[in-house]
């Protein structure tokens, strides 16, 4: 049981370059979602997903787009990276809204990127 | 919006004793309160919640409680091991009109000392 991984797991890249980091979970879980982890502000949701073809902002969305075209994948993608988007982005799962444990989400192992 | 303030920052225990971090959240309709565990290099893993509906959980050396009417919940940890260590984290889940969001304090990095 893979469970929820990510790819790359470390991504150097310069500014103003498109990067797409990638989110696969094995669950069939209805929701996906991004985060980013920083220093000094904890975890901050970037997107989510309810379901394919679904997406919704959350607090940090500028800079990023997500699509949702198969369950399984959520990838996300930096049109044009800055600096300050630099962080440790997370990938998470949960299921639906129906059945017990429905609002546990679950995180992926994480990329760390850096933007020079 | 929502808002969950998270104490203390830091908190150095030795092996043994207990652990509790706490956290206040703005938002009276919140309805969910994870805490997740996040060792170095890995990803944030679930280890305990709750429901806006119970008011205390408890599994082997963790528990938490919920005080919906002061809006704070926290996280106690019996026996500590070194194992324990790492950083925590609390979140509150908001939901309106289909929408939804965790919203998560700022971490509690928890040293248990042999």
């Known amino acids: 049981d893979a469970g929820i991984t990510q790819s790359p797991r470390y991504k150097i890249t310069e500014t103003g370059r498109q990067v797409t980091l990638m989110c696969h979970q094995t669950w069939s879980h209805s929701y996906m979602f991004w985060y980013r982890q920083d220093l000094g502000h904890g975890l901050r949701l970037i997107y989510y997903?309810?379901?394919?073809?679904?997406?919704d902002k959350g607090e940090v969305p500028d800079g990023y787009v997500v699509s949702r075209s198969k369950t399984e994948n959520f990838p996300l993608t930096l049109e044009s990276a800055t600096r300050s988007q630099t962080s440790v982005y997370f990938c998470?799962?949960?299921?639906?809204?129906?059945?017990?444990?429905?609002?546990?989400?679950?995180f992926g192992p994480g990329t760390r990127l850096t933007v020079t | 919006g929502e808002n969950v303030e998270q104490h203390p920052s830091t908190l150095s225990v030795q092996e043994g004793d207990s652990a509790v971090i706490k956290c206040t959240y703005s938002d009276s309709a919140s309805n969910y309160f994870p805490w997740y565990k996040q060792e170095l290099g890995k990803g944030p893993q679930l280890i305990i919640d709750i429901r806006s509906n119970v008011g205390e959980k408890k599994d082997q050396r963790i528990a938490v409680t919920l005080n919906k009417t002061a809006k704070h919940f926290s996280l106690h940890i019996t026996e500590t091991q070194p194992e324990d260590s790492a950083v925590y984290f609390c979140a509150a889940r908001l939901a309106w009109g289909g929408s939804e969001k965790l919203v998560f304090g700022k971490g509690t990095k928890l040293t248990v000392n042999p």
């Open positions: 997903s309810a379901a394919a073809d679904i997406t």
């Open positions: 998470a799962s949960r299921r639906g809204t129906s059945g017990a444990k429905t609002y546990e989400q679950y």
